[in-house]
Nanobody, 115 residues
Framework: VQVVESGGGLVQSGGSLRLSCAAS????????AHWFRQAPGKEREFVAG????????YYADSVKGRFTISRDNAKNTVYLQMNSLKPEDTAVYYC?????????WGRGTQVTVSS
């Protein structure tokens, strides 16, 4: 499974971005999908996730109410809509797909929020 993120960029505080995660494979809909991020000098942290079973979603407290994860199985794509961005959201954002013991990561996309 190949995973490729896109949609990152430079945005002012309060702005919005939508990240996309495109994946190969015919069984994309069976994978749980997550977004993580890693800021300079910090460990990678969980941002948002979507269960494969019922598409329920869950978020880190730091982004709850501002970020929304969604998926389009017909397009093999997971999205992360990010609103009301803050400078502390600046990081490389990674897409993660998981099924049982298999997991796949993309190379990340840079998001920079200026104050």
């Amino acid at each position: 499974v190949q995973v490729v993120e896109s949609g990152g960029g430079l945005v002012q505080s309060g702005g919005s971005l939508r990240l996309s995660c495109a994946a190969s494979g015919k069984i994309f809909s069976t994978y749980a999908a997550h977004w993580f991020r890693q800021a300079p000098g910090k460990e990678r942290e969980f941002v948002a996730g979507m269960m494969r079973s019922d598409s329920s979603t869950y978020y880190a407290d730091s982004v709850k109410g501002r970020f929304t994860i969604s998926r389009d199985n017909a397009k093999n794509t997971v999205y992360l809509q990010m609103n009301s961005l803050k400078p502390e959201d600046t990081a490389v954002y990674y897409c993660h797909l998981a099924l049982s013991t298999n997991e796949y990561w993309g190379r990340g996309t840079q998001v920079t929020v200026s104050s």
